[in-house]
């Protein structure tokens, strides 16, 4: 509003004298036209009235000139009054392409100041390549032309963000503005998430296993050469083409579903078909991608080939099964024979006779139980395994194990105590095998427990069901070793000089787990530790529920 109110005024005012001296001026040459006392002849009055309109031209000038400077000097202070509060480097130039303007952002960054850069060029004040550079910017946005890229000026290496724009008037360009943005920073990061995201791709590249990345859509944002085999790909193919059979389509989205519902990794074995039709094993272990928000935004999958591994399993297993049915047989006939020679059929035996008759009976009934262990292992693992269920007591199991272990406890002058809480009701489980976990439980606490000390069979019955727990005093289990107690041939018997093959307490959780059960077992640092496992009540009216794999 005020330089509009100065041009105005200022307007007015050499309105108001041209009109003034134009009248002088005609009323001047009338006089000398007119006028009989005058000589001037009327060349001298055209040339005196050039000459008035000359001195009135140059006055003119001169006011509109100085009406010109104070509004530039104006518009210059505005201009650098809101150009200074911005971060960013700001140039102003005129049409030949020399500095007219420039930010203190900018002389800052050039180490120059405005008089020493004011009607230079780029040539003056850069060398080398960054001259060129900016020069044949400065041309092209001169020429009319909108420019934006990426350069570093001045000598500490930033990197700015540039865009020029020509100032276009109705006659033409008459300057040109350039703005340049700091984003050296965020050049460094997108420098670095490239650096690390081409660490990764070298990684997964090089990694003898097959792996893929999905986004949540489903689609495989990257993959090895390896996982384009597993996932039925070509080199021609789409990122997100998929070669899966469709009666697997429903089964690979639920398990995506359930890594990004969990958050939590899955592994699992499944037979996979290759793009040649070869059928293969492999354990697909699944994990979710988390950002720094804490949101999944994407799976990882590996995918491992254990074809050969699954076939050695299945070949151990086959020979395991074959050579413990062909071992039962004279064991059992064994077995029979010393009962005979005990009973005294074949004559009277004395003291010493029977105790060495005896020992090898044990020995013969422990040879027959560890190859009774691993026939049912195979059984369960192989699917050949059925359960008959009845109502029975699991207290009455618990007793009866025990009596039968009576000389055990002897031998290691162990004494036994049964507690149980509340009424003990039937429920309907697998009679001959649930007392093969108790009959483990209870054995593996007589063989680890201190001589002379107690052990302590808690059975309890509530809404939940029914759990057992045996504690015993004996040698504290570290945690690492706890975790794989229940795992096939892992065993702590080597640690403290005793006999395992590590099947008994993994057969006990195949069987708890059939009943739909919980195994557990828990060391205390006072040398303390409890054995045991909960299933779940169902009297007679009840279905015996699935079981959960």
């Known amino acids: 509003m005020i330089y509009k109110n100065l041009f105005k005024n200022s307007e007015k005012v050499l309105l108001n004298f041209k009109l003034t001296f134009q ?45 010109i400077n104070e509004k530039q000097t104006d518009h210059e202070e505005l201009i650098s009054a809101i150009c200074n509060s911005s971060q960013d480097l700001i140039v102003y130039k005129d049409f030949n392409g020399k500095y007219l303007y420039c930010n203190q952002v900018y002389l800052n960054t050039i180490n120059k100041t405005i008089e020493e850069i004011r009607g230079k060029t780029e040539a003056d004040l850069f ?74 791709r070298s990684v997964l590249l090089g990694m003898p296993i097959a792996t893929y990345l999905k986004d949540l859509k489903g689609n495989v944002i990257y993959e090895n050469k ?28 639920n398990e995506d579903n359930e890594i990004v519902k969990r958050c939590e990794c899955i592994s699992r074995e499944k037979l996979i078909t290759l793009k040649n039709n070869d059928k293969r094993w492999f354990k697909i272990t699944k994990c979710p991608i988390i950002n720094h928000e804490k949101k999944v935004i994407g799976i990882c999958s590996v995918a491992r080939d254990i074809d050969a591994e699954k076939t050695a ?101 162990i004494k036994f105590l049964i507690s149980k809480e509340g009424n003990i009701f039937d429920t309907k489980c697998d009679k001959m095998q649930i007392k093969r976990v108790i009959t483990n439980i209870l054995g593996n606490a007589i063989s680890y427990a201190y001589s002379n000390s107690q052990i302590i069979v808690y059975v309890k019955q509530d809404e939940n069901g029914i759990t057992v727990d045996v504690k015993n005093k004996s040698p504290y289990i570290n945690p690492e ?18 006999v395992g093959v590590g099947l008994g307490l993994y057969l006990s959780k195949q069987i708890i787990d059939a009943h739909n059960g919980n195994i557990y077992a828990k060391s205390y640092e006072d040398n303390h530790n409890i054995f045991g496992f909960a299933i779940p009540m169902i009297n007679e009216t009840e279905n015996i529920p699935a079981r959960v794999s």
């Open 226 to 253: 390896m996982a384009m085999d597993f996932l039925g790909l070509s080199d021609s193919d789409n990122a997100n083409k998929w070669n899966y059979e469709e009666k697997r389509a429903d089964e690979i989205n």
């Open 313 to 413: 399993a299945e070949q151990r297993e086959t020979f395991v099964a074959t050579l413990t049915h062909d071992l039962k047989t004279p064991t059992i006939a064994q077995i029979k024979a010393l009962d005979l020679l005990l009973n005294n059929t074949m004559g009277t035996l004395n003291d010493e006779q029977r105790e060495l008759l005896l020992l090898t009976k044990d020995s013969c009934n422990f040879m027959y139980e560890m190859l009774s262990t691993l026939l049912s292992t195979y059984k369960y693992e192989n699917g050949d395994f059925v359960m008959h269920y009845e109502l029975c007591n699991i207290l009455s199991l618990v007793e009866e194990s025990v009596n039968e272990m009576e000389s055990m406890l002897k031998e290691n002058n």
């Open 127 to 200: 060398s080398g390549r960054e001259a060129v550079l900016l020069k044949k910017i400065s041309k092209r946005v001169l020429q009319g032309k909108v420019i934006r890229r990426k350069i570093k000026i001045g000598n500490k290496g930033k990197i700015y963000d540039l865009t020029g724009t020509p100032l276009v008037l109705s006659k033409g360009v008459f300057g040109g503005l350039i703005i340049a943005r700091d984003i050296t920073h965020e050049e460094v990061l997108k420098n670095e998430i490239k650096d690390q995201e081409q660490m990764l």
């Open 481 to 498: 070793t706890m975790n794989n107690l229940f795992k096939k041939y892992v065993s702590h018997a080597a640690k403290f000089n005793k």
């Open 23 to 67: 009248i002088a001026i005609a009323i001047f040459i009338i006089w000398v036209f007119f006028n009989p006392q005058t000589k001037l002849h009327s060349i001298v009055a055209i040339s005196l009235m050039l000459i008035f309109y000359v001195l009135q031209s140059y006055i003119e000038n001169k006011a509109l000139s100085k009406f």
